[in-house]
């Protein structure tokens, strides 16, 4: 069976590293491995001199980390609700209680980046979460006028990049991202149960809230200047991840791995446009194509499936999604292609 779902088709030598000997992690070594993989991390995000905390959780661990450490300490939060995982952002502050305004964005579509302005300084919210990517459509923000905006208004930015992280351009620094989270899934082509969060060294000294005990910030960022998390991490993970780290270092580091990416983004995009499907996203990313195909398709993604091929089915009727993470040919992809051609003839 052939994915198109994330992670994608990971590395066989990346498999291979989950059949090895599980080390013990109350090691010098395996401090030493920690610290390295959090300096690779950082240099790839462009979050030079900050902070790495690696959770074994899912990307929502890394959220509500984020929003109980952090935006409970600072305040009002602006969240822009692009889809369901921006809608996660609004969730998060619901449960926890916490003061927080939403700017609902329509389906695959941009921003209203002059009423975002509007909103924030009619609002003004400490902290504005977003999203990168809103995976759920396959729309990209522009976080460069996002980040305009919030420098204007002295707006803190925490950024969603779980799916936007090595498939788009993104630099922390150059954007003044505050906060970033990313998970082993998704760009960086691992198994599942890795989540990131990436602190900018402009947040050194913050004085993090302590709602949470597992996610706690503060007693995970003690045990990683030993190379240390508090709690048993996924031992497995950390050394797929370590070794992930190193190939797309080898490969020519993030701005490769973007343009790897986004060459194959767009050649399944080409065939797209052959076979008439419609591509709603108004800047999509690079990290998936989402696309409507015509007539009845509540059953595509099985139909696809027989055929060899997992793809992201969604709750809009007729929509579909296509990860370009992990190991693609044009002739997979053409594959791929014909393969939901076929299957929506027989809908």
Partial sequence: ??????????????????????????????SQRVKAIEASLLSLAGCRGGKAIIYTASGTGAMDAVVTNYVAARGKALVVDGGSFGHRWA?????????????????????DYTLLDSIVERERPAVLLIQHHETSTGQRFDLHRVSALCRRHRVSLVVDAISSFLADPFDMDALGIDIAITSSQKGLNIQPG?????????????????????????????????????????TMLFLQLEARLRQIEADGGAQAAVSRVARRAEFFRTLCRHYGWRIPAVTPSNAITGFF???????????????????????????????????????????????????SLSE
């Avoid at 990971?10 to 010098?28: D, F, N, Q, S, W």
């Fill in 293 to 343: 195909v015509g007539g009845n398709n509540g059953n595509l993604a099985a139909k696809v499936a027989q055929r060899g091929f997992y793809i992201m089915p969604n709750a809009t009727p007729g929509f579909f999604r296509v990860s370009h993470m992990g190991l693609q040919s044009d002739d997979d992809l053409r594959d791929l292609a014909e393969a939901i051609h076929l299957s």
């Fill in 1 to 30: 069976m052939k994915s198109y779902v994330f992670p994608g088709e990971i590395e066989p030598e990346i498999l291979a590293v989950a059949a090895g000997e599980i080390p013990y992690m109350r090691t010098a070594d395996f």
């Fill in 194 to 234: 890795l989540a990131i969060v990436l602190i900018s060294k402009n947040l050194d000294g913050f004085q993090w809230q302590r709602r949470g005990y597992y996610f706690d910030f503060t007693d995970n960022l003690r045990n990683l200047t030993r190379g240390q998390t508090p709690y048993s991490p996924a």
């Fill in 91 to 111: 969730e998060l502050c619901r449960y926890y209680d916490l003061p927080h305004v939403v700017m609902p964005v329509g389906f695959a579509a941009d921003i």
